[in-house]
């Protein structure tokens, strides 16, 4: 009795907010930066999306998938997502900033490897790639925070 048995929970093991506001500060900075940086909104929010369905994060796939509906992203490109690679419905470029987020996010498994690499290059600017990788640093690390103290989509820090 009493142990959490379920991936999601009413409440979070930890409100990770209260417990390091600094960190927390230091991340919403971290989404602050991406927000200008240029690459658009659209794009990072799909990267974002994409990548918590990698790591099955429910609370961020929650919340991406309604800021890119309330965006005015079509329903049929945020439900296709995951199968990105099938049909026409993104664009080259966001083609490479989708191989590059699945790339960077289980790169334990595999390095990046020189062809993706050398596309990701000619797709963007070396800025735009480190903003890129910075918003899939930033997801990963939401992601994990959320997991790890089971807050559930929806929850209202």
Same mark, same amino acid.
């Given at each position: 009795?009493?142990?959490?048995?379920?991936?999601?929970?009413?409440?979070?093991?930890?409100?990770?907010?209260?417990?390091?506001?600094?960190?927390?500060?230091?991340?919403?900075?971290?989404?602050?930066?991406?927000?200008?940086?240029?690459?658009?909104?659209?794009?990072?929010?799909?990267?974002?999306?994409? /990548?918590?369905? $990698?790591?099955?994060?429910?609370?961020?796939?929650?919340?991406?998938? *309604?800021? #890119?509906?309330?965006?005015? %992203?079509?329903?049929?490109?945020?439900?296709?997502?995951?199968?990105?690679?099938?049909?026409?419905?993104?664009?080259?470029?966001?083609?490479?900033?989708?191989?590059?987020?699945?790339? /960077?996010?289980? $790169?334990?498994?595999?390095?990046?490897?020189?062809?993706?690499?050398? *596309?990701? #290059?000619?797709?963007?600017? %070396?800025?735009?790639?480190?903003?890129?990788?910075?918003?899939?640093?930033?997801?990963?690390?939401?992601?994990?925070?959320?997991?790890?103290?089971?807050?559930?989509?929806?929850?209202?820090?």
């Amino acid at each position: 009795m009493g142990s959490i048995t379920t991936q999601e929970s009413a409440t979070p093991l930890i409100n990770y907010l209260n417990v390091a506001p600094g960190a927390f500060k230091a991340m919403v900075g971290l989404e602050s930066y991406l927000r200008g940086c240029g690459l658009g909104p659209s794009l990072i929010e799909m990267v974002k999306l994409r /990548v918590s369905q $990698i790591n099955r994060c429910a609370c961020c796939i929650d919340m991406h998938t *309604k800021k #890119l509906v309330a965006e005015g %992203e079509s329903n049929d490109r945020v439900h296709r997502l995951q199968a990105w690679r099938e049909g026409d419905y993104y664009s080259a470029r966001e083609q490479t900033a989708l191989a590059w987020a699945e790339a /960077v996010t289980r $790169i334990v498994e595999r390095h990046i490897d020189d062809s993706l690499y050398q *596309k990701a #290059l000619e797709t963007f600017t %070396e800025k735009e790639l480190v903003d890129l990788t910075l918003a899939v640093v930033a997801i990963n690390g939401w992601n994990r925070l959320n997991i790890s103290f089971r807050i559930p989509p929806g929850y209202q820090f």
